[in-house]
């Protein structure tokens, strides 16, 4: 008796927006992914001008677009950091802050944000126990070579303190009206 040959129907891979618009994990696994609809970890890092500054803060009665990028002054970190700026204005007006966090130092932050004229604060986590605590400190690799380094990675976290949106492997280009498409959804 020949056996038959079970089939089934593939479905189409969503991306990760995708998903989350359908109020599924923003990605199918990962720490970072992992935090949507659970409290935002707390944390205290230091700005650009070396003041400490915890997440309470930033969110304060707003949401929080709280993003984890590579290193100021590269390519793709440039290129976010000012859509954010140029989408600051519309960002506010649906009620969300804007935060960055790389391993930098708030010295490497200050030059950064004076030569893009920044208008948010860049938070550093030299010894990147935030970018551990948010998942976003990753193996990597690049023209074969391994290392450890953090996961362009975008969280929006409403007034409450929850995370809403993971955004997981952010490519830059056309990110921030990702975003701003995210903060319509939550309203």
């Given at each position: 008796?020949?056996?038959?040959?079970?089939?089934?129907?593939?479905?189409?891979?969503?991306?990760?927006?995708?998903?989350?618009?359908?109020?599924?994990?923003?990605?199918?696994?990962?720490?970072?992914?992992?935090?949507?609809?659970?409290?935002a970890p707390a944390f205290?890092?230091?700005?650009?001008?070396?003041?400490?500054?915890?997440?309470?803060?930033?969110?304060?009665?707003?949401?929080?677009?709280?993003?984890?990028?590579?290193?100021?002054?590269?390519?793709?970190?440039?290129?976010?950091?000012?859509?954010?700026?140029?989408?600051?204005?519309?960002?506010?007006?649906?009620?969300?802050?804007?935060?960055?966090?790389?391993?930098?130092?708030?010295?490497?932050?200050?030059?950064?944000?004076?030569?893009?004229?920044?208008?948010?604060?860049?938070?550093?986590?030299?010894?990147?126990?935030?970018?551990?605590?948010?998942?976003?400190?990753?193996?990597?690799?690049?023209?074969?070579?391994?290392?450890?380094?953090?996961?362009?990675?975008?969280?929006?976290?409403?007034?409450?303190?929850?995370?809403?949106?993971?955004?997981?492997?952010?490519?830059?280009?056309?990110?921030?009206?990702?975003?701003?498409?995210?903060?319509?959804?939550i309203g």
């Amino acid at each position: 008796m020949a056996k038959s040959k079970k089939t089934t129907a593939k479905t189409p891979k969503k991306t990760a927006s995708a998903r989350a618009k359908a109020g599924g994990p923003a990605a199918s696994k990962g720490a970072s992914a992992a935090l949507e609809g659970k409290k935002a970890p707390a944390f205290t890092l230091s700005d650009a001008e070396g003041k400490s500054v915890a997440l309470k803060e930033l969110i304060g009665a707003k949401s929080l677009v709280l993003y984890f990028y590579p290193r100021d002054m590269t390519p793709g970190c440039t290129v976010e950091a000012c859509s954010f700026r140029d989408n600051l204005t519309p960002l506010k007006a649906m009620g969300a802050n804007v935060a960055g966090i790389s391993g930098d130092s708030s010295d490497s932050h200050a030059r950064f944000a004076a030569k893009h004229g920044l208008n948010f604060p860049l938070l550093a986590d030299p010894g990147n126990q935030v970018c551990r605590l948010y998942g976003v400190y990753k193996k990597k690799s690049l023209y074969g070579r391994e290392f450890m380094g953090v996961e362009r990675t975008t969280f929006v976290i409403d007034k409450a303190g929850v995370v809403r949106r993971v955004f997981p492997k952010v490519k830059v280009d056309g990110h921030t009206e990702e975003v701003i498409a995210a903060l319509k959804e939550i309203g």
